[in-house]
């Protein structure tokens, strides 16, 4: 059953994460701003397995169905949501105090600092090699993405206490039986 649970809640955090931004790119320049709360939320609520596939599936078959993202940043942007849902699941896991929102907000923290660092290196190294500086990490991963930032912080918590209050994931954020 509970792998049922998470099957479906991973597969409505695919759904979001190509119709979000679909909402998103309406509005100029908002891609840049908002970022993936899906997959974030899909690795906290199923774990890392499913936060990866999630974070894999999202920006694909965006691309299949809506042609975002674009050709060109697909790759990075598939290494960086993988690691998104990823890192947020197993961070859930391993991260254990005695409070459920200051474990909540490591793992969110620590997935969206590991995988805005994956990103970098990634396009330094491989997707923009020799054309991608320090500044642009920066202002992209960053300056950009502040507004996306502080409404990840505020909502995916709040998304996550809700669901718990419903009885639909446990303290650790692993949805429930």
């Not at 790759?75 to 990823?86: F, I, K, Q, R, V």
Request: charged share 10%; aromatic share 6%; proline share 6%.
């Amino acid at each position: 059953m509970k792998q049922t649970k998470n099957l479906v809640t991973s597969g409505m955090c695919v759904a979001l994460a190509i119709v979000l931004p679909m909402a998103f790119h309406m509005i100029p320049d908002a891609g840049k701003v908002f970022l993936p709360i899906p997959v974030l939320l899909c690795g906290l609520l199923c774990g890392p397995v499913y936060g990866l596939g999630c974070g894999i599936l999202a920006p694909l078959l965006s691309h299949l169905f809506t042609g975002m993202p674009p050709t060109a940043i697909l790759p990075s942007m598939l290494c960086e949501l993988a690691a998104y849902g990823m890192l947020s699941g197993i961070l859930i896991r391993v991260i254990r105090t005695k409070w459920n929102l200051l474990n909540l907000y490591t793992a969110l923290i620590g997935a969206m600092i590991c995988g805005r660092i994956i990103n970098g290196v990634l396009n330094a190294l491989i997707f923009n090699a020799g054309k991608y500086s320090m500044e642009m990490w920066l202002t992209a991963s960053f300056l950009q993405a502040i507004p996306g930032i502080v409404i990840q912080l505020a909502l995916i918590p709040l998304l996550i206490l809700a669901l718990q209050k419903a009885r639909l994931a446990d303290r650790a954020g692993a949805t429930r039986v």
